[in-house]
């Protein structure tokens, strides 16, 4: 039996993905490459210094940069990207999370948060979500990136709750992946197109109600 979902934050509760984006083309143009939404899609659920590999080797520039250099080249995308996150508001929150967290909550279902993003909590206080959840595992908390399970185990156990009573909500193939190894059910949330292997998929939260935590 469900007693716990964990979600995904980037992508599943707000739509941070086109600020990501924003802010790795900037560097990407900043470098004197061009940066499509196409190639924003490898970066969905990987860490930050290896998003910025990715976005290296899409310009044909890895290996043209020292580790310190790097670092530099990821901590200016992050001041872009917390730019863009500090102003965000509670509307972009996205359509039906409220509703479904607060149905969960009404039948004790636990509520956890299982992010990479080290922005999480910024994010969170922004959109008035801080306070709602029993366990919050973001990118600070973390040596291990997606797939690895680590993010979702610690959420489980901070909860108290068995791995296998406990669903993931994903956006990212990397975080299905991780779901499924920390041996936990899988949704996930966009197209199946991109997203294979999980236990069901949703395009979004809106109308959704307790029958989706019922699995075979
Ligand atoms: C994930 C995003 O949630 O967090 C990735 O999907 C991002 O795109 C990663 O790179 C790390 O985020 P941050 O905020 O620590 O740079
Ligand atoms: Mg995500």
Redesign the pocket.
Request: no cysteine.
């Given at each position: 039996m469900i007693r716990a979902c964990i979600f995904?934050?980037?992508?599943v509760i707000v739509d941070?993905?086109k600020y990501?984006y924003k802010a790795w083309k900037r560097l990407a143009n900043e470098l004197g490459f061009e940066f499509t939404e196409e190639d924003n899609e490898r970066?969905?659920?990987?860490?930050?210094m290896?998003?910025l590999e990715i976005l290296l080797e899409i310009g044909n520039k890895k290996g043209e940069y020292t580790e310190d250099e790097k670092l530099k080249l990821?901590t200016k995308?992050?001041e872009w990207?917390r730019e863009y996150i500090t102003k965000m508001e509670k509307d972009e929150i996205l359509p039906g999370v409220e509703g479904f967290l607060e149905l969960l909550r009404q039948n004790g279902v636990k509520i956890a948060i299982g992010?990479?993003?080290?922005?999480?909590k910024t994010i969170l206080e922004r959109i008035g979500l801080i306070d709602k959840f029993d366990a919050i595992v973001d990118?600070t908390k973390i040596t291990k990136a997606k797939p690895d399970p680590q993010v979702f185990t610690k959420a489980a156990d901070e909860m108290n709750e068995k791995y296998e009573d406990c669903v993931v909500f994903e956006?990212?193939q990397a975080g299905i992946d991780a779901a499924l190894a920390a041996g936990m059910k899988a949704i996930a949330v966009g197209k199946p197109e991109n997203l294979k292997n999980a236990h069901k998929i949703i395009s979004g939260f809106k109308n959704k109600d307790f029958e989706l935590l019922m699995f075979d």
């Open positions: 995904d934050l980037d992508g941070t993905a990501h970066l969905k659920g990987v860490s930050r290896t998003s990821a995308k992050n990207y992010s990479a993003s080290k922005n999480a990118g956006d990212s």
